[in-house]
């Protein structure tokens, strides 16, 4: 029976054969039948083998963020008592932040990039997970305001929430305006020593064919001295706060994204120290050394005072600082996002979003 419906639909699926390629190529001689058989193989075999490599992709970057929770709790405990003792304060303050982000990250739900649209691609994109994704019981994880991220770098925030899908603003998006501030010293050593070691794991699994090995031993050797003589348990100076907003280019897709900042000084005191003078950085109510409120390549992490994203996550890094105009009382910056392969993301981490409560939704 099997072989006479095959032997019955065989002349049709020839004559589509040959529909289809006079359809896709009209004006080129029809070939053989064999060799449109092989055609239509080499095609399925092409689709299977791009479907592999994204799955493996996706698995890579399942690993990286799994690799960025060692790191954190690495870091964590790399910090000895007697260090901790000397910096009694700075320490419980790192470690609080730590615990609290790592706590977030372990609850992220992996969601897979659905769709991007090359008219809004710096503005927003779609996910796979939506309500029905979320806990029976318990906090909800997809809802709006969600932040969206890579490890601990921000990519965007939820803004609408289906059934099986939602919307992503993208940190990109000039809408979205997170609230920020300057970090230098031991947080800027530990996000090296995290790409550093990124990098390490990268070069331990894939051999790269254009570098000899004796190369890559040597590029791995500077790299592990590198990640040696970094201080990531040293003092952290958090100074300038301001907001970031997404800037209209890249128009294109193989252009650079470039984050706008705005609003940036540390004019009053807070929970990190006191404020200091926008032009010197002397400290402005009380004796202290003088320490400039922005550096290049200072890296800008969240504040929590926007009422969306935890304090803590990484941004962006400054690579321009804009001169200061007479009357100014704020600097304007240019960053570049830290989250990686912005424009090509295929799979990114939602966490609970802040001050979530399961009642307020009930309420609604």
């Not at 006479?4 to 529909?19: H, M, N």
């Not at 730590?98 to 897979?112: E, G, H, W």
């Not at 200091?276 to 320490?291: A, C, Y």
């Amino acid at each position: 029976m099997r072989g006479r419906s095959i032997a019955f639909f065989a002349p049709l699926w020839d004559k589509l054969l040959i529909a289809k390629h006079f359809i896709l190529h009209p004006f080129q001689p029809t070939p053989s039948l064999t060799a449109l058989s092989l055609e239509e193989i080499n095609q399925k075999l092409e689709l299977e083998n791009q479907l592999l490599s994204n799955e493996l992709a996706h698995l890579h970057q399942l690993f990286y963020h799994q690799q960025n929770l060692q790191n954190q709790l690495n870091t964590l405990a790399s910090i000895t008592s007697k260090e901790a003792q000397a910096l009694l304060p700075e320490y419980q303050k790192i470690q609080q932040r730590l615990a609290r982000n790592l706590k977030l990250q372990i609850q992220a739900v992996p969601a897979r990039v659905l769709f991007r649209s090359f008219d809004t691609w710096n503005n927003s994109l779609w996910i796979n997970v939506g309500e029905a994704d979320n806990p029976a019981t318990g906090s909800k994880i997809i809802v709006n305001n969600s932040p969206v991220l890579i490890g601990e770098a921000v990519v965007g925030v939820i803004d609408y929430v289906g059934q099986h899908q939602s919307r992503v603003r993208l940190i990109t998006d000039s809408g979205l305006a997170p609230s920020v501030r300057a970090a230098r010293g031991g947080e800027q050593d530990v996000l090296v020593e995290e790409q550093v070691e990124a990098l390490l794991n990268q070069l331990q699994r894939k051999k790269v064919k254009s570098m000899p090995s004796i190369d890559q031993e040597q590029l791995s050797k500077l790299l592990k001295n590198l990640k040696d003589s970094l201080q990531p348990q040293k003092k952290t100076w958090y100074l300038a706060k301001g907001q970031l907003q997404g800037s209209r280019r890249p128009i294109g897709r193989g252009d650079a994204f470039i984050l706008k900042g705005t609003g940036f000084n540390y004019d009053f005191d807070d929970e990190e120290g006191g404020g200091r003078d926008l032009r010197t950085g002397k400290p402005l109510n009380e004796q202290g050394s003088t320490v400039p409120i922005l550096k290049m390549h200072d890296l800008l992490v969240t504040t929590g005072m926007d009422g969306v994203f935890p304090p803590g996550l990484k941004v962006a890094t400054i690579n321009k600082i804009h001169l200061l105009k007479e009357g100014d009382y704020f600097y304007e910056i240019e960053a570049k996002p830290l989250a990686p392969h912005l424009q090509g993301l295929s799979l990114v981490f939602v966490i609970p979003p802040v001050g979530y409560e399961p009642a307020d939704s009930a309420k609604n």
